[in-house]
């Protein structure tokens, strides 16, 4: 890829994150879980900024529609009621991303965003990693993420699921003023340019869409 200067702070944070889609180089595989979800997961914190835009100028080119993005942990999954999760994933252990609780009525859930699909909305998570991790941590969590996911949600049709390093400003992933995210970290709902809301009413904010 052509180098590409740095113009902004912006730039200076893509810098410390490094997005690759689900297969060799470019290439989005479709995955067995579901033939239309564009999965991303961190590998390394190198080249980021190229990867990055080249999945901002890839999502924005393909997609108009308002999209609905939801946190993971402590969001829709429970991970800090998991016994012992903090010195698990100090120790770079996944277990507590498998064993997070559900937070809210999947079945109910699931049967909203099918619905709000079909009304012309698209469906994505963007989820932070472990707050200190190695690069191969950080691909273990965004696979147990993912599966997690399957398993919980499969009837759900992601549009869109990413996992970035800790911290990560959420905001670069948000397209359109239209766009949604559900997150229970206040920081990421503040910094949204979209439409963000807690995670106390997600059944009834989705009921109003």
Not at 83 to 97: H, I, K, N, S, V
Not at 186 to 199: E, L
Request: net charge positive; glycine share 6%.
């Amino acid at each position: 890829m052509p180098d590409l200067p740095l113009r902004s702070r912006v730039d200076q944070i893509l810098l410390t994150l490094c997005i690759i889609q689900d297969g060799p180089g470019f290439v989005n595989r479709q995955n067995q879980q579901n033939q239309n979800t564009k999965f991303v997961h961190f590998v390394d914190r190198q080249n980021a900024k190229h990867l990055l835009l080249y999945y901002q100028k890839e999502t924005i080119g393909r997609n108009k529609k308002m999209r609905i993005n939801f946190d993971m942990d402590g969001t829709i999954a429970n991970l800090y009621a998991v016994e012992g999760w903090l010195p698990m994933l100090r120790a770079e252990d996944t277990t507590p991303y498998k064993m997070a609780k559900p937070m809210v009525n999947f079945s109910t859930l699931a049967r909203l965003l099918n619905k709000l699909q079909r009304k012309g909305y698209e469906i994505a998570v963007i989820s932070w990693g472990s707050k200190v991790a190695s690069a191969e941590y950080d691909k273990a969590v965004a696979e147990t993420k993912k599966a997690w996911l399957a398993k919980h949600l499969p009837s759900v049709k992601w549009d869109a699921v990413t996992v970035v390093p800790y911290g990560t400003p959420k905001n670069l992933f948000c397209f359109s003023a239209g766009d949604v995210l559900f997150d229970d970290e206040a920081q990421n709902r503040n910094g949204w340019s979209g439409k963000a809301y807690d995670v106390g009413n997600i059944l009834e904010t989705l009921k109003a869409l």
